[in-house]
């Protein structure tokens, strides 16, 4: 049994080396034009961008993953429930919007009290807005990458190195 596997994968494999060899010289360029070979500036391209076609695609995959809309993407209410409020998507706690009406006793016992919109949360810590993270100067439009990094990677207020530590419930 073993020694059929072997005969039969030396086959394959040999099959997909005069595949190769054929093909390349010959269709190469029409495999590359239909899609079947990447060109490699695309990529290159595409390892420096995560595995997508740019950067912004690549920056909303990161955003998806790490569930930023979860709280910088204020919520309203639809006939299924909650939804993301996209018109308004990662522009933090708006302003307009009061803080929660906190129950001291039961805030205490639970840890914490949050918006319908989960974008403003209380806890004994004081007040947190989730911060406005869209490229407009009021959010995160005047940051250097420099900055973003510090913040998610040390958890740093506005990304500043000496700056105070993020509020919960950001990690």
């Known amino acids: 049994m073993k020694s ?14 005069l595949y190769l060899q054929h093909a390349r010289p010959i269709e190469g360029e029409l495999m590359q034009q239909a899609g079947f070979i990447p060109n490699t500036q695309s990529v290159v391209q595409q390892q420096a961008n995560g595995g997508f ?16 809309h979860d709280c910088h993407t204020p919520k309203k209410m639809t006939d299924k429930g909650p939804a993301f409020d996209m018109s308004r998507a990662l522009s933090g706690h ?17 840890g914490y009290s949050v918006t319908q919109t989960l974008t403003a949360w209380v806890g004994p810590w004081g ?10 100067k009021t959010g995160i ?7 973003f990094f510090t913040a998610i990677r040390q958890g740093k207020h506005k ?3 000496d700056g105070r530590e993020l509020l919960p419930p950001m990690p």
């Open 141 to 147: 439009g005047n940051w250097q990458e420099k900055n």
């Open 4 to 17: 059929k596997l072997f005969i039969l994968s030396l086959l394959v494999f040999a099959g997909v080396l």
């Open 159 to 161: 990304g500043i190195v």
């Open 53 to 68: 076609e740019s950067q912004i695609k690549y920056g909303e995959h990161l955003v998806f993953i790490a569930g930023c």
């Open 127 to 136: 007040v947190s807005y989730a911060a406005n993270l869209t490229s407009d």
């Open 94 to 110: 708006p302003a307009q919007e009061p803080i929660p009406d906190v129950n001291r006793e039961e805030m205490e016992r639970k």
